[in-house]
């Protein structure tokens, strides 16, 4: 049946589908071929490990040329199995103290139960994934953070992508659990925030992704803050009242992926259905998006070729 014979409401219905597809193009072209980091919150994993309309979405990224690759906390698991225990749950400043029992919790918890669990949802999604942690092939080195004493809490001193972007090659999608070592071969936990960031420094991604259980970064009336420049975003941690607990580390290490080069930091919201696939290809932009210097002024951000008449700053969200 060719579209002239097709009942007028069915034929509106796929050019609209027609259309919406073309509309993507812009945003097609500007995401082929490049590597996006995207860290997903233990927060947003409480009910299940991942959901599979998540995984459906990275197999779009995917089959459109996008290499990602995933880092994923498990704040909310650990704590619950730590308490299961009885051990004691403390954090100072968004990070975990972690003794040797918690680092034995957060190892199990992140690099066993939830990473094997994300892989498994990935698969059943068609993303061919596979499991790390920071530890395999020395991803990610850390030393042990100084100042406060957290315990077994580490810094990333390097990484080594090597292992990442073999896999990525071969169009495997890794999935890093923030697990990490030392030097001298100790084990470390490190906020997965600031694993996703030093991850996407060294593989020079186009963007870092984080996804929460917040709709963005909330201001002070609990307005959602759209767009960030670094200068912002190292006022609103110097104020204090407005930033607290995980946002904390999320931010710093946002500001660090910016200054290794990250063009651009998003923050979503991992319970909006589809909020990866809105943010990259469509104008609407959702959650906050972070970017270097100042916020974007008009004209200020490079102009997406294409026919789709999206405005300068929409089309480079
Ligand atoms: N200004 C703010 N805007 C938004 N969220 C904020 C703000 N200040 C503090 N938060 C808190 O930060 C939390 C997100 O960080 P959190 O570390 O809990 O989640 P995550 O990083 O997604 O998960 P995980 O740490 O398990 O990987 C939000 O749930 C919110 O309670
Ligand atoms: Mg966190």
Redesign the pocket.
């Known amino acids: 049946m060719t579209p002239a014979t097709l009942a007028p409401q069915v034929r509106q219905r796929t050019i609209a589908k027609a259309r919406t597809l073309l509309d993507a193009l812009p945003f097609l072209r500007e995401h082929w071929g490049t590597t996006i980091v995207i860290?997903?919150?233990?927060?947003?994993?409480e009910r299940a490990p991942l959901s599979l309309s998540f995984a459906k979405d990275l197999a779009l990224l995917q089959h459109v040329g996008i290499h990602p690759l995933i880092v994923?906390?498990?704040?909310?698991?650990?704590t619950e199995v730590s308490a299961r225990l009885g051990l004691p749950v403390a954090f100072v400043d968004?990070l975990r103290v972690t003794d040797a029992d918690t680092l034995d919790v957060a190892t199990m918890v992140l690099a066993g139960k939830l990473n094997t669990e994300i892989v498994a949802t990935l698969l059943a999604g068609d993303v061919p994934a596979v499991g790390l942690s920071g530890v395999d092939g020395g991803l990610v080195v850390v030393r042990r953070r100084p100042d406060p004493d957290l315990g077994f809490v580490g810094d990333v001193v390097r990484v080594d992508v090597e292992v990442a972007r073999t896999l990525m090659d071969r169009r495997f999608v890794p999935v890093v659990a923030?697990i990490a070592v030392d030097e001298s071969g100790q084990t470390f936990n490190v906020?997965?925030?600031a694993v996703a960031a030093e991850l996407a420094v060294g593989l020079g991604a186009h963007k870092l992704v984080?996804?929460?259980?917040?709709?963005?970064?909330?201001?002070r009336g609990g307005e959602l803050?759209s767009e960030l420049g670094s200068r912002e975003v190292a006022d609103?941690l110097r104020d204090g009242a407005?930033?607290?607990?995980?946002?904390?580390?999320?931010l710093e290490s946002a500001a660090r992926a910016l200054e290794g080069g990250v063009p651009r930091v998003h923050?979503l919201d991992?319970r909006v259905e589809h909020a990866l696939v809105l943010e990259l290809f469509t104008p609407e932009g959702v959650g906050t998006m972070i970017v270097a210097e100042g916020p974007p002024g008009p004209g200020s951000v490079e102009r997406v070729p294409g026919p789709s008449p999206v405005s300068d700053r929409e089309g480079a969200r």
């Open positions: 860290k997903v919150g233990g927060a947003v994993m994923h906390g498990g704040g909310p698991q650990v968004g923030s906020n997965a925030d984080y996804m929460s259980d917040v709709p963005g970064v909330l201001g803050l609103l407005v930033v607290e607990g995980g946002m904390i580390p999320k923050l991992g």
